[in-house]
C-alpha cells in the first residue's frame, strides 16, 4: 500500500469503488434496504479502517474477505448499542446470527448470490416511487461508488443539491419499506428503463469524463459494464434492451485506448490507432448485439449499439458506413428525438454529404449554444470547406467551454492550425 504511483492509485480507487458497491448490496440483503444510510455509513467505515490499516500492516491475503469480515464486525457492534434490537427485529436478529456464522471468504467469493444482490439493490434505487432524479443519482452512489460531487458533475448541479437529493432518496425508501427483490416479469420494462439510464449515465461520465484531469476514466466505463452485464446474463433480465445497451458499451470501451495519445492530448476518430482497439471487446459488443435483435424491442440503445458497431468494425475512418450510419441517426430521431441526436446526425450527414451540408444541418439545431460538441463539429466543417476565420471563431467558442485540460490543449491547437492556414479569399 506503500506504493503511490498513478497506476497504484488507480488500482486502489478502482478496488475500492468495487468494493464499496458489492459490500452494501452483500448488507443490504441482510438487513434491508430501508437501512440503506446505515449500510453504507457501515461500509464507509470498513473502508477508511482499511486505509488506516493496510499500510502499516501490508494489504490481507485476500482483501475482499478482510473488509467482508471488518464490515460484519461494524454492523454487529452497532446493532449490539441499539436498545432492545433483538425485541424489535426477532427475525432479523436471529438471521443475522445465522449470517454471522457464514466463514468471511465464502461470503467474499459467493458470486451468484452477491449478483442477485446487487441486482436487487438496483431495483431499489431505481423504484418508480422515488423521483427519477432520484432514482439516477442514488444508483450512481450506491451501486457505483461515485462521489456527490463527481455525481453533481454528471448532473451538472451542486454537490449541495446532490446531497440533499440522496438524502430524501433513502428516507423515502425507509418510508416505503421497499421490498428488496427484483421486480416481476410484468414489471420489468417499466423499472429497467431507470436502471438502464443510470448505467449508461455512469459509462458515459467514464468515456468523456465531466471534470478532473484526464479525458477518459476507463474505470468507470468498466464498472459500467460489469453492472450491465450482471443484468444481461441473469435470467430474469436477460432482455434484449439490457444487451443492446452492454454491447453499445463494450464497442465504445474497445476505443478507449486510443482516444488519446501518450500525453493525453485527444485524438479524433480518423486520428486514432485503430490497431490499439481491443477486438476482444469488439467481439464481444458484436456477440450482444446479435443477442439484442430477439423480439421485436428497438430502442435507443440497439440503434446507438448499432452506430457504434459500424465505427469499430471499419478497417478506417475512410472505409466507414457513413450512409449506414445516417440511417440510423435517422430512426434514432425518430425514436427519441433530442437536440443532440439531431446534432449527431448532422455530422453523420456532413460525412454523406459534404461539409457544407453538414454546416447547413448544424445551423438548424436548437437549444446547445452552451454545448462544445456543436461548436467543435461547426469548427471542424467549416475547416474543411477552408474558412478559417469562421473555424476559429468556432473553436473559440468550444475553447471558452472547456472543462478539461486536455479539451482546452485541444482547440489550442486547432486554432493555432487556423491562423497558420492560408488567409480566406
Not at 8 to 25: G, I, P
Not at 126 to 153: D, K, V, Y
Not at 342 to 366: P, Y
Request: hydrophobic content about 45%.
Amino acid at each position: 500500500m506503500s506504493d503511490t504511483s498513478p497506476s497504484a492509485q488507480f488500482a486502489t480507487e478502482h478496488f475500492f469503488r468495487h468494493e464499496s458497491a458489492r459490500l452494501v448490496a452483500t448488507l443490504a440483503g441482510q438487513f434491508g434496504a430501508r437501512r440503506l444510510q446505515w449500510i453504507e455509513d457501515v461500509v464507509q467505515e470498513a473502508l477508511v479502517r482499511a486505509l488506516q490499516t493496510w499500510p502499516y500492516r501490508g494489504v490481507p491475503d485476500n482483501p475482499a474477505a478482510w473488509l467482508t469480515q471488518t464490515a460484519r464486525h461494524l454492523a454487529l457492534d452497532q446493532l449490539r448499542r441499539e436498545q432492545r434490537w433483538n425485541e424489535r427485529e426477532e427475525g432479523i436478529s436471529a438471521e443475522q446470527a445465522r449470517w454471522m456464522a457464514v466463514p468471511p471468504e465464502a461470503a467474499a467469493d459467493d458470486e451468484a448470490h452477491l449478483r442477485d444482490d446487487t441486482l436487487r439493490l438496483m431495483f431499489v434505487c431505481c423504484h418508480p416511487q422515488l423521483s427519477a432524479e432520484a432514482q439516477i443519482a442514488l444508483s450512481l452512489r450506491t451501486l457505483c461508488g461515485l462521489s456527490p460531487a463527481e455525481i453533481a458533475a454528471a448532473f451538472v448541479t451542486s454537490e449541495a443539491t446532490i446531497s440533499k437529493r440522496l438524502v430524501r432518496a433513502r428516507q423515502r425508501i425507509r418510508e416505503l419499506e421497499l421490498p428488496f427483490e427484483i421486480p416481476a416479469a410484468h414489471e420489468l420494462p417499466q423499472r429497467l428503463h431507470a436502471v438502464l439510464a443510470s448505467l449508461y449515465l455512469l459509462f458515459n461520465e467514464g468515456y468523456k469524463a465531466s471534470s478532473g484531469p484526464h479525458l477518459v476514466r476507463a474505470d468507470l466505463c468498466h464498472e459500467a459494464i460489469r453492472l450491465t452485464e450482471l443484468l444481461a446474463t441473469h435470467q430474469h433480465t436477460s432482455l434484449p434492451q439490457c444487451h443492446a445497451l452492454l454491447a453499445l458499451m463494450l464497442l465504445s470501451a474497445a476505443r478507449l485506448p486510443a482516444r488519446t495519445d501518450d500525453a493525453g492530448e485527444i485524438l479524433r476518430l480518423h486520428e486514432q490507432d485503430r490497431s490499439l482497439w481491443d477486438q476482444s471487446l469488439v467481439h464481444r459488443g458484436l456477440q450482444h448485439l446479435q443477442l439484442s435483435a430477439r423480439g421485436d424491442a428497438l430502442t435507443e440503445y440497439h440503434l446507438e449499439a448499432g452506430i457504434a458497431a459500424c465505427h469499430s468494425t471499419a478497417a478506417s475512418h475512410e472505409k466507414t458506413d457513413w450512409p449506414r450510419i445516417l440511417a440510423l441517426y435517422d430512426q434514432l430521431a425518430q425514436l427519441t428525438p433530442s437536440s443532440v441526436v439531431a446534432l449527431n446526425r448532422a455530422i453523420a450527414l456532413g460525412r454523406v454529404q459534404g461539409a457544407q451540408s453538414g454546416l447547413e444541418a448544424l445551423a438548424a439545431v436548437k437549444g446547445l449554444d452552451a454545448y462544445l460538441p456543436l461548436h467543435a463539429a461547426r469548427g471542424a466543417f467549416a475547416a474543411e470547406l477552408g474558412q478559417t476565420q469562421d473555424a476559429a471563431a468556432h473553436y473559440r467558442r468550444a475553447l471558452a467551454l472547456a472543462a478539461l485540460p486536455s479539451e482546452r490543449s485541444f482547440f489550442d491547437r486547432l486554432l493555432a492550425a487556423c491562423e497558420s492556414a492560408s488567409p480566406e479569399k
